[in-house]
């Protein structure tokens, strides 16, 4: 579609926080945060002409590769929260997106995140083959404190479980969405963590895209204040957690 004449360079989104995105005691989950982190992306490229849809013409998505997300607080159960976004970088096949998001106009939230052009059929990265000029980019606004990073996973991973990837982990682009990796992982937590909010930042790496059926292993190592994750498939790493502890 064409750029929209409510296209702006920095978007702000508000949400409601509804019942079926919180955990038992009302604050929103961490899975849901990044499902609300990249559903205001996607309506910023939306805006701008290089969404999903855009990017079909020429076979294109854009896959998120690396995130990084900071947490002063939660929102919780009716809130509403604003999420701002705008492009830090954007050139060839590589973008870097700031997310914040506010609530009752403080900053609880800060996340920096890479994203690749990605061909869905010949599954590698391209240049970009849409028109991106009219996006007026801010590389000096940081919303994260600490930029995204490589992941150094420690030497005492030890396997959690097994598992086949089922349809209800794909998403549009016929691989598994980037937070059923986070739920994977979450998943095998303490709950006390997440219930009593004591994650202060999280980082996700995305380094090899699973499909249908694929058998995975999940991983994890812990120490007193950093817990890491891997997922892996044939012994080669396809994803890695690490989570800061406040």
């Not at 849409?130 to 030497?155: C, M, Q, T, V, Y």
Request: with cysteine; glycine share 2%.
């Amino acid at each position: 579609m064409p750029i929209s004449t409510q296209f702006t360079s920095i978007l702000s989104k508000d949400w409601e926080i509804n019942f079926t995105q919180c955990t038992p005691n009302g604050f929103l989950k961490y899975t849901d945060l990044c499902n609300l982190i990249q559903l205001t992306a996607a309506a910023h490229s939306e805006l701008g002409g290089i969404s999903f849809s855009d990017m079909q013409e020429f076979n294109q998505a854009w896959v998120l590769s690396r995130m990084r997300v900071e947490i002063k607080e939660l929102p919780k159960w009716k809130d509403v929260i604003t999420i701002n976004t705008w492009i830090n970088s954007l050139e060839n096949s590589r973008s870097v997106r700031a997310i914040e998001v506010v609530l009752n106009g403080n900053k609880i939230i800060g996340s920096e995140t890479f994203w690749v052009v990605f061909n869905t059929k010949t599954r590698r990265p391209e240049d970009l083959k849409l028109p991106i000029s009219h996006f007026e980019l801010f590389p000096e606004r940081k919303a994260a404190n600490i930029s995204f990073s490589k992941i150094i996973i420690g030497d005492s991973l030890e396997k959690i479980i097994e598992k086949e990837v089922v349809l209800s982990d794909l998403d549009i682009v016929n691989h598994v969405n980037n937070v059923k990796y986070l739920e994977w992982c979450l998943d095998y937590l303490n709950t006390e963590i997440i219930l009593k909010q004591q994650i202060e930042s999280f980082e996700m790496n995305f380094l090899k895209e699973l499909s249908l059926k694929d058998n995975v292993e999940i991983n994890k190592c812990e120490d007193s204040n950093k817990i890491q994750f891997t997922i892996t498939k044939e012994e080669k790493t396809c994803f890695a957690l690490e989570i800061n502890l406040k």
